[in-house]
């Protein structure tokens, strides 16, 4: 089992740029593929982006690609969401998740583990 915990979100302008980070609790934060979805006022959750068990494989949304980075540090039980470029449209509560299964079914299979979420709010 492993307990989420995020925090690094905030207010910022359009072309800016932020670091929410995720802490998990648990010895065992190694076998567990991390990632980021995210809920707009009014729209549906959707998916941002993972990472899988080593960090060594991520996947992304088409909507963030090549604006946000995914990391993920076993060694401190931290995943990171580097965000840039930041548009109105990335406004949001962002939820850091986890599960047991490959990275790549993130986006698609609803994962076990959530945190709380941190909120993200981009003005224009």
């Known amino acids: 089992q492993v307990q989420l915990v995020e925090s690094g979100g905030g207010l910022v302008q359009a072309g800016g740029s932020l670091r929410p980070s995720c802490a998990a609790s648990g010895r065992t934060f190694s076998r567990y593929a991390v990632g980021w979805f995210r809920r707009a006022p009014g729209k549906e959750r959707e998916f941002v982006a993972a990472?899988?068990?080593?960090?060594?494989?991520?996947y992304y949304a088409d909507s963030v690609k090549g604006r946000f980075t995914i990391s993920k540090d076993n060694a401190k039980n931290t995943v990171y969401l580097q965000m840039n470029i930041l548009k109105p449209e990335d406004t949001a509560l962002y939820y850091c998740?986890?599960?047991?299964?490959?990275?790549?079914?993130?986006?698609?299979?609803?994962?076990?583990?959530w945190g709380q979420g941190t909120q993200v709010t981009v003005s224009s």
């Open positions: 998740v986890a599960d047991v299964f490959d990275a790549g079914l993130l986006a698609t299979i609803p994962p076990h583990y």
């Open positions: 990472s899988s068990r080593s960090g060594g494989n991520t």
